[in-house]
Structure formats: C-alpha cells, structure tokens
T-cell receptor
C-alpha cells in the first residue's frame, strides 16, 4: 500500500482565505506531483517537482504555488481562495528508477464559498 | 497535444460478465500506458502498466492490451464482481514522465 498522505481530506472555506494543502510521502521518492480533478473530468497536472528545491508548473495553469524544501513534503498553497478553485486536488509521487509508476494520495476536496 | 478518450462514460453490467473497457489516444508517440482504478472520494491505484514496446499485461482477472499504431488500448475484466465497481482511468505517458488522462469510465457491476 502506498505511503502518501494528504491533509485535510475535506476543506470548506470562505473566499479570500489563504490555504495550504499538505502532501507527504514516506517512500523516499524524488518526484512529486499535484493534479487537479473536477467531477467527471480528466486529471490535470498543475505542479511537479523532480527533487528538493525543484518545482515546475504543469500543463494546466493554476494560481496555486508549491514548495519542495524536504524530499518527503510537497505542500500546495493558495494565497487567496476563490470559488473557481473548488475542486479535488490529488498528490502523487514516483521514483526515478520507475518514474511512470505513480502512487496517489487520497486527495483533498476543496470547496470555496 | 495528446488527447485521451474513454467511451462510454458509464457502464452497468450484471455480475459474472466479461467486459472490455476502451481507451483511444491521438498521438502514437507514447512511452507507456497505464490503467488506474479510482474509488469514490479516493485517490488512484495503478492496475496495469504497459511499456511502449509491449503489447499486453496481465494481473489476475485483468488484461490490458496496447496497439500504438492505431492509438488504442483495452482493459479486459474477466468474470466481473460487484467489488470491481469503480471508475477506471486510462493514462498515456509522454516525455518527462508526464501523464495525460482520460475522463474515465464509471463501472457498476450489479449483483
């Protein structure tokens, strides 16, 4: 079973609030990813990291930011949440030896009122 | 730009039926193709991974095939069970390990 954890599982907040979605993995994977998924739609890559101090934007433009100060931790931050940010956010990780083998967390369902 | 299509969006079958889930992609220059399972409110679990040089992979009652030239993959589920009810996503792997996902097929297996 994958050891990748996301908190919180559910978050309901008001517009304008700053939020941080947490993602941690205990597998020592160097690659980590954030995906965004709306109901019935595809997963879209919004951020990825190939190691400490390395972050890149994904294919889908996002107002969120990420940081990778430690190998195991890849938090996502929204400085000022808006209703358009309501979505499910999925974190994943993989190892360089098998980069295509992704392990996913359970996701954070974000609702911005 | 790679596009991945999964049709139909939903499928309901009686228990015990053998079934095939389809996936098509527009760019045949892929590195690999994966099938994932997603249960409601949860993350994704990788079921099968086919490298671009392979034609199929098997795991238990699941068999996935890949035809790069025609841009198609199928996931075959034998003797379906109610526990197989979930959404099945196809994802195509490109350069830099980036995945392009389809919208998924929501499968319901009726007891």
């Amino acid at each position: 079973e994958a050891d990748i954890y996301q908190t919180p599982r559910y978050l309901v907040i008001g517009t304008g609030k700053k939020i941080t979605l947490e993602c941690s993995q205990t597998m020592g994977h160097d690659k980590m990813y954030w995906y965004q998924q709306d109901p019935g739609m595809e997963l879209h890559l919004i951020h990825y990291s190939y190691g400490v101090n390395s972050t890149e934007k994904g294919d889908l433009s996002s107002e969120s930011t990420v940081s990778r100060i430690r190998t195991e931790h890849f938090p996502l931050t929204l400085e000022s949440a808006r209703p358009s940010h309501t979505s499910q956010y999925l974190c994943a990780s993989s190892d360089s030896m098998a980069p295509e083998k992704l392990f996913f967390g359970s996701g954070t369902q974000l609702s911005v009122l | 730009k790679q596009e991945v299509t999964q049709i139909p969006a939903a499928l309901s079958v009686p228990e015990g039926e053998n079934l095939v889930l389809n996936c098509s992609f527009t760019d045949s220059a892929i590195y690999n193709l994966q099938w994932f399972r997603q249960d409601p409110g949860k993350g994704l679990t990788s079921l099968l991974l086919i490298q671009s040089s392979q034609r199929e992979q098997t795991s238990g009652r699941l068999n996935a095939s890949l035809d790069k030239s025609s841009g198609r993959s199928t996931l075959y589920i034998a003797a379906s069970q109610p526990g197989d009810s979930a959404t099945y996503l196809c994802a195509v792997g490109g350069a830099n390990s980036k995945l392009t996902f389809g919208k998924g097929i929501t499968l319901s297996v009726r007891p």
